[in-house]
């Protein structure tokens, strides 16, 4: 998968670079994209970037065993118990620009997905995995994402995801001619 996506940027107009990367453990390109651990203490996946972004949309991907409920996150059952928390943070990755989820609080079942995003899709596709897809696009909330250079759009875990099979999120947006 990582292939297929890692940090495609091609113009778009005079003025922006598109782009699209997936957060990962180390925050680089081609690093661990595929949150499935066991994170028994929080652990951050995040995107370097060292100019301004413009983030126009996350999509989030839960590949899982047959039968996903909406009470559980993939097919973990009961959902999480501290959840997973979204977050705009400065290069020192802990102080908080934004809490992208501050009055829901952490996403802890397929349901809290809905409830911030509203686009979401569960797909059982008749034999394997079946799969939970998450489109936020910020831009349809009032406004995209803007991070200022070093700045880090950052997911982060404090659960086990091990019974998880896939679960990847990928940040699509652009820079600013100006910025680069």
Not at 65 to 91: F, H, R
Not at 125 to 147: E, Y
């Amino acid at each position: 998968m990582a292939d297929h996506y890692e940090k495609r940027s091609v113009s778009w107009g005079s003025r922006a670079l598109w782009f699209a990367t997936y957060l990962t453990a180390d925050g680089t390109v081609g690093g661990d994209e595929n949150a499935v651990g066991n994170y028994a203490s929080p652990t951050q996946f995040w995107a370097e970037h060292t100019a301004e972004w413009v983030v126009w949309r996350m999509l989030v991907h839960i590949e899982d065993t047959v039968g996903a409920a909406s009470a559980d996150y993939g097919n973990i059952t009961n959902g999480l118990t501290n959840g997973i928390k979204l977050q705009v943070l400065e290069s020192d990755a802990s102080t908080v620009v934004t809490n992208l989820i501050p009055t829901q609080g952490p996403v802890k079942t397929n349901a809290d997905w809905g409830g911030i995003c509203f686009d979401v899709e569960y797909e059982n596709v008749g034999s394997g995995n079946d799969f939970i897809n998450v489109r936020w696009t910020f831009n349809n909330a009032g406004t995209p994402l803007r991070l200022k250079a070093g700045q880090r759009i950052a997911v982060t875990f404090n659960d086990d995801l091990s019974g998880l099979i896939g679960h990847r999120f990928l940040v699509q947006g652009f820079k600013p001619r100006e910025s680069m």
